[in-house]
């Protein structure tokens, strides 16, 4: 049987996310996105909460906060627990398996920002990607061609990026 289980969603923070620890010292962030869905004449807004784990959801904490706007790409998770009151609860959420900072900050904060951020998967380096575009650079233009790239002392070939799935099936 074929099993899928993959969303995506863009939206603004509903509330500052939270990073706690679980007992093993592993990272979790937990925070909440509102979606707008826009009918004819109406506009509704669908809330979700969402958790990023370990560098992830440290970019997140770190560098977002409620209102900020992000695309969210993951999966659905179903859970149950036993309230205090003894009554069984569930509820669905979504897991974070890559995000993308979206908009940038006003360029007068001094932060800057080159437009959108991205953050993804635990495997990523901590150097360039999650923080990409808050060096305070601005993006430009440039026309690059590959005669640009001839002199290069390694392969001219870009190589694909290698992902390690675990847990599939």
């Not at 859970?79 to 908009?103: C, H, I, P, Y």
């Not at 360029?107 to 923080?131: L, P, V, W």
């Amino acid at each position: 049987m074929v099993s899928f289980n993959k969303v995506i969603l863009a939206g603004n923070i509903t509330r500052d996310p939270e990073l706690r620890f679980t007992q093993g010292g592993v990272p979790v962030c937990s925070f909440g996105i509102a979606v707008n869905r826009v009918r004819s004449q109406t506009e509704e807004v669908d809330f979700f909460d969402v958790s990023a784990w370990r560098e992830l959801g440290e970019t997140i904490a770190n560098y977002k906060k409620k209102g900020d706007p992000i695309l969210v790409e993951g999966r659905l998770q179903y859970r149950t627990w036993e309230a205090q009151d003894g009554s069984k609860r569930s509820k669905v959420d979504v897991t974070a398996e890559n995000v993308q900072f979206l908009g940038g900050r006003p360029e007068g904060n001094g932060s800057g920002s080159g437009g959108g951020s991205s953050a993804g998967g635990s495997r990523q380096s901590s150097g360039t990607g999650a923080t990409g575009g808050r060096r305070g650079s601005r993006q430009e233009d440039v026309d690059i061609s590959e005669s640009d790239f001839e002199d290069i002392p390694f392969g001219a070939e870009p190589r694909a990026k290698t992902r390690v799935v675990e847990g599939i099936l």
